[in-house]
């Protein structure tokens, strides 16, 4: 059973283009992330949401747009790829406790290359 | 800048023997998690500590934390070729427990 899953896991496509990843989450947590991974595996948050609204946007350029229909789905659109958009991006999940401390639950990753 | 840096970038042993990793951070944390990276796969979370504990312990892994000195280790015994994978240390921030900033990994290499 898949807990985090994100499409397509391979995504090879030209500078310029549009293109999508979706993400799925079937934890029933209430905050889902995108994440980015570069070439030295350094890992970094690009957004966060919380039941549907984003709560963290980090410094990333308006052509990375989140959309999240629901609490289980959180897709990203990336318009006019540029090479350094080449990278892994990760989508996750977590639920808040109330003790504080959230597990982050990972997806497998998307590979994105532009050439 | 990043927030939690592993040291070291790489690590190689022999099977069987200990591994040690360690993580320094910048600021005051709510909890310090630890998770591995096998080649191609996700990240998955190995063991959470918090700023009022001191150590904890899961089936071979051992991880301490000393807010004083803002770091923190993880401990792998009697390491197994499967160990092999990179290895992140997170840190949540007081007040923004649901946010984790994650270093660069060090990445383990257990020789059969």
């Known amino acids: 059973d898949t807990a985090v899953s994100q499409t397509p896991k391979y995504l090879v496509t030209q500078m310029g283009n549009d293109k999508s990843i979706k993400c799925e989450q079937n934890l029933g947590h209430d905050t889902m992330y995108w994440y980015k991974q570069d070439s030295k595996k350094f890992l970094k948050i690009m957004f966060s949401?919380?039941?549907?609204?984003?709560?963290i946007n980090e410094t990333v350029p308006n052509r990375f747009s989140p959309k999240s229909p629901d609490k289980a789905h959180l897709n990203l659109h990336i318009n006019s790829l540029e090479l350094g958009d080449s990278a892994v991006y990760f989508c996750?999940?977590?639920?808040?406790?109330?003790?504080?401390?959230?597990?982050?639950?990972f997806g497998e990753g998307s590979w994105l290359t532009v050439v | 800048s990043q927030q939690g840096e592993e040291d070291p970038q790489a690590l190689s042993i022999q099977e069987g023997e200990n591994a040690t990793m360690n993580c320094s951070y910048k600021t005051s944390i709510n909890n310090l998690q630890w998770y591995r990276q096998n080649s191609g796969r996700g990240l998955v979370h190995l063991i959470l500590i918090r700023s009022n504990e001191r150590e904890k312990h899961s089936g071979r892994l051992r991880v301490t934390l000393d807010t004083s000195k803002k770091s923190s280790s993880l401990l792998i015994t009697a390491s197994r070729a499967a160990d092999t994978a990179s290895y992140f240390c997170?840190?949540?921030?007081?007040?923004?427990?649901?946010?984790?900033?994650f270093g660069s990994g060090t990445q383990l290499t257990v020789l059969p």
């Open positions: 997170a840190t949540g921030l007081s007040g923004s427990a649901r946010q984790l900033t």
């Open positions: 949401y919380n039941n549907k609204e984003l709560i």
């Open positions: 996750a999940s977590s639920q808040l406790t109330g003790t504080g401390g959230n597990t982050i639950y």
